[in-house]
């Protein structure tokens, strides 16, 4: 093929691909600006705030610099993948399983029981459904918008951290498979019969290639030495497993969070020991592009308009968020043994404002519920709008004291 045969190929992109390009091109000047603004702040807004802030000016509802299309969208959907696999590495099962796990999925419950009753009192002309999708959004928590932000601030290994990281997994996972049974299309056995079929899949996905590394030694070896070279294996294969899983868990008409975090306990069981190389080039690839444009555009999504017109609603749902999901978890944490081991007020104080910082749960329930006539697209932008809300404004609250700050050593990104 000729040169003069290539030209009209490139001539002829559409008008989709070059407004994706456009859009992706203000959203990679929003992740250049954003270390400069967060430096700027000596460090008072974390990365994520300055992301959503910027996604939000940059979106359709202000300057109307870029859209969120289908090729946007795909960037979106491996960036909130990629979160959620990252969270699941850092959650250890065995704490799920002890005390402090069981105690934080006890309160979980209590919210949404709590959220439940109170939803179907200011909408009882509504449907059991529309409730059910209001309370699982008041009730979630933002484990891998977290994740970050614990990780700059040097608390990820910390009593509070490993706090926040169980209550984190918990907020995710439980409105998540709140979800899957509660505002089906199915009936919930049926539900519950997909759930375990997607588990099931998830558990063949991650034996029988695990199998097939340590039995074949030319598998191994070529995975082991493509490691450190251009090949790059050990991520390649990472990709392939989220992937795989996020198809799963959309094929079996489930949320994609699912497959992300069944991928990223796998990846957490099945990683080799003290490959640190691996863990920093997983972290970069994410944290580097893919995250980034996932908060961007959570912010592109807020729809200002629908938010100013109704601002009282909005500090209601803040007000509603903040008191029933942060309110329970620092009772259960003043008054009750739940094994996390806090014992200042004020570190009590911000595993509450953490537990209730929440998006990514929101986006997806509210989603649903306006796919599904639940709930009216108006009350849907100003649920996503006061989770956005929330993560400008607790983890800024929940922030360590200076001289705390300093004493902690950082921690690598």
Same mark, same amino acid.
């Given at each position: 093929m000729?040169?003069?045969e290539?030209?009209?190929?490139?001539a002829s %992109?559409?008008?989709t691909?070059?407004?994706?390009?456009? #859009?992706?091109?203000?959203?990679?000047c929003?992740?250049?600006?954003s270390? !400069?603004?967060?430096?700027?702040? +000596?460090g008072l807004l974390?990365?994520v705030?300055?992301?959503?802030?910027?996604g939000?000016?940059?979106g359709?509802s202000?300057?109307?610099?870029?859209e969120?299309?289908?090729? @946007?969208?795909?960037?979106?959907?491996?960036?909130?993948?990629?979160?959620?696999?990252?969270a699941?590495?850092?959650?250890?099962?065995?704490?799920?399983?002890?005390?402090q796990?069981?105690q934080?999925?006890l309160?979980?419950l209590?919210?949404?029981?709590l959220?439940?009753?109170?939803a179907?009192a200011?909408?009882?002309?509504e449907s059991?459904?529309?409730a059910?999708v209001?309370?699982?959004?008041?009730?979630?928590? =933002?484990?891998?918008?977290?994740?970050?932000i614990?990780?700059?601030r040097?608390q990820l290994?910390?009593?509070l951290?490993?706090?926040?990281?169980t209550h984190?997994?918990?907020?995710?996972l439980?409105?998540?498979?709140?979800?899957?049974l509660l505002l089906s299309t $199915?009936s919930?056995?049926?539900s %519950?019969?997909?759930?375990?079929?997607?588990?099931?899949?998830a558990?063949?996905?991650?034996v029988?290639?695990? +199998?097939?590394?340590m039995?074949?030694?030319?598998?191994? =070896? /070529?995975l082991?030495?493509g490691?450190?070279?251009? =090949? *790059?294996?050990?991520i390649r294969v990472t990709?392939?497993l989220?992937l795989?899983?996020? /198809?799963?868990? #959309?094929?079996?008409?489930?949320?994609?969070?699912?497959?992300a975090?069944? %991928?990223?306990?796998?990846? +957490? /069981?099945? $990683?080799p020991r003290?490959?640190?190389?691996y863990?920093?080039r997983?972290?970069?690839a994410?944290?580097g592009?893919f995250?980034? !444009?996932f908060? !961007?555009t #959570?912010?592109?999504?807020?729809?200002v308009?629908?938010?100013?017109?109704q601002p009282?609603l909005?500090v =209601?749902?803040? !007000?509603?968020?903040?008191?029933l999901?942060g309110g329970?978890?620092?009772?259960?944490?003043?008054?009750t043994?739940?094994?996390?081991?806090?014992t200042?007020?004020a570190?009590?104080?911000r595993?509450?404002?953490y537990?209730?910082?929440?998006?990514?749960?929101?986006v &997806?329930?509210t989603?649903?519920? @306006?796919a599904r006539?639940?709930i009216?697209?108006?009350?849907?932008?100003?649920l996503?709008? &006061?989770g956005a809300?929330t993560?400008l404004?607790f983890p800024?609250?929940?922030?360590p004291?200076? &001289?705390?700050?300093? /004493? *902690?050593?950082?921690?690598?990104?």
């Open positions: 000729t040169v003069m290539l030209v009209p190929l490139s %992109a559409s008008p691909s070059d407004t994706a390009l456009l #859009s992706m091109f203000w959203i990679g929003v992740l250049v600006v270390p !400069v603004l967060v430096r700027a702040s +000596r974390p990365d705030v300055v992301l959503l802030a910027l939000c000016l940059i359709p202000v300057l109307a610099l870029a969120v299309g289908p090729g @946007v969208g795909l960037v979106r959907e491996l960036g909130l993948g990629l979160l959620f696999l990252l699941g590495t850092e959650i250890d099962p065995a704490t799920l399983r002890a005390r796990g069981r934080a999925a309160t979980w209590l919210c949404l029981v959220a439940l009753g109170l179907w200011l909408i009882p002309d059991l459904a529309a059910i209001l309370a699982i959004a008041v009730t979630s928590t =933002a484990l891998g918008t977290l994740l970050p614990l990780k700059d040097g290994d910390s009593p951290g490993t706090s926040v990281l984190g997994a918990v907020g995710e439980m409105p998540v498979l709140a979800m899957a $199915r919930t056995w049926v %519950a019969g997909v759930l375990l079929a997607f588990f099931a899949v558990a063949l996905v991650a029988v290639p695990h +199998r097939l590394v039995r074949v030694p030319g598998i191994r =070896a /070529a082991v030495e490691a450190d070279t251009t =090949a *790059q294996t050990a990709f392939w989220l795989t899983l996020m /198809a799963a868990a #959309s094929v079996f008409e489930l949320d994609v969070v699912l497959g975090f069944a %991928a990223g306990f796998i990846v +957490r /069981a099945v $990683r003290g490959f640190e190389a863990e920093e997983l972290e970069g994410a944290y592009f995250v980034p !444009v908060f !961007v #959570s912010g592109m999504n807020v729809d308009e629908a938010v100013v017109e009282l909005l =209601a749902l803040l !007000v509603m968020i903040l008191a999901r329970p978890v620092w009772l259960r944490e003043r008054f043994r739940t094994g996390s081991g806090l200042e007020p570190d009590r104080l595993l509450a404002l537990s209730a910082t929440g998006l990514p749960i929101i &997806a329930v989603e649903l519920g @306006v006539d639940l009216p697209g108006e009350l849907a932008a100003v996503v709008a &006061a809300v993560v404004v800024f609250l929940a922030r004291a200076p &001289a705390t700050s300093a /004493a *902690q050593p950082g921690t690598r990104r």
